[in-house]
Nanobody, 123 residues
Framework: QPPLVESGGGVVQPGGSLTLSCTGP????????LGWFRQAPGKEREGVSC????????EYADSVKGRFTVSRDSAKNLLYLTMNNLKPEDTAIYYC????????????????WGQGTLVTVSS
């Protein structure tokens, strides 16, 4: 089983909102910067957002900037991705990853991965 677990995926209408969560059973996420990535069918994996270990720094892909918000809750050992004004092109499997800040933002050399959760944006 992957060390990280994503949840919150589902089917939502265009313009709707959805919040994804990521946690690590047996893993203290405070030790890591964290990132969200997605892969649509037939497409390459792309970075969506990343956040530093203390939450001070965040980055977003241009395609989601202004619509998505990444956050983390140390007390709950949770990473979130709040997605607003969803578009059909947001349809993908969303993954979370943990590692250095550079790794969490680039998707390269991540230490930990989740299994993914499917988000489908359709009317």
């Amino acid at each position: 089983q992957p060390p990280l677990v994503e949840s919150g995926g589902g089917v939502v209408q265009p313009g709707g909102s959805l919040t994804l969560s990521c946690t690590g059973p047996g893993v203290n996420l405070d030790y890591y910067a964290l990132g969200w990535f997605r892969q649509a069918p037939g497409k390459e994996r792309e970075g969506v957002s990343c956040i530093s270990s203390g939450g001070e720094d965040t980055e977003y892909a241009d395609s989601v900037k202004g619509r998505f918000t990444v956050s983390r809750d140390s007390a709950k050992n949770l990473l979130y991705l709040t997605m607003n004004n969803l578009k059909p092109e947001d349809t993908a499997i969303y993954y979370c990853g943990a590692g250095s800040y550079a790794a969490s933002c680039s998707g390269r050399d991540l230490e930990l991965w989740g299994q993914g959760t499917l988000v489908t944006v359709s009317s």
